[in-house]
């Protein structure tokens, strides 16, 4: 697998990953338009097919991941830690000194994922996130210092 960093042109493969990820996918439309503003960078994890997918907003030293989803054929194969990876990078590569996410109290994969990036735990946003029939869920907000992560 290969991990690139995404222009508007590979807004059809993020949407793609991110719909083998997520419930309630992002379109093609969606990813054009973030990777076209301002301060949003994105990276795509591929093979024959795409594995993963991430975009992340940096903005006044902040840089917020707006989503981040790996298919369910590529968990647990480094590729979610990848993404993060170059993600950290390329946010303090552009002056940020924290980055913050939001992720589903009942992740607990990608929570231990976080933390051992070294995100630590700062608030919760009560029923962030909808899931349809199933009721809402709450989101766990995480926050990295940029500037003292050894990552």
């Known amino acids: 697998m290969k991990l690139s960093a995404a222009t508007p042109t590979d807004a059809a493969a993020m949407a793609s990953a991110h719909a083998q ?3 309630s996918p992002w379109d093609e439309m969606d990813f054009e338009d973030l990777l076209d503003g301002e301060g949003v960078f ?3 994890v591929h ?3 795409p594995a993963g997918v991430l975009i992340c907003r940096a903005i006044a030293g902040e840089a917020e991941i707006l989503t981040v989803g790996v298919a369910p ?3 647990r194969q480094g590729v979610a830690q990848a993404l993060m990876a170059a993600a950290i990078g390329a946010a303090r590569g552009v002056g940020a000194a924290d980055m913050f996410l939001e992720v589903d109290v009942g992740n607990a994969p990608a929570v231990t994922l976080y933390e051992r990036l070294g995100f630590v735990r700062t608030g919760v946003r009560r ?3 909808d899931r349809g029939a199933a009721g809402r869920a709450d989101a766990l907000v995480m926050r990295l210092d940029l500037t003292s992560s050894g990552l």
């Open 42 to 44: 994105g990276f795509l």
């Open 21 to 23: 990820a997520f419930d």
């Open 47 to 49: 093979g024959d097919d």
């Open 73 to 75: 054929w590529a968990r």
């Open 127 to 129: 029923d962030y996130y």
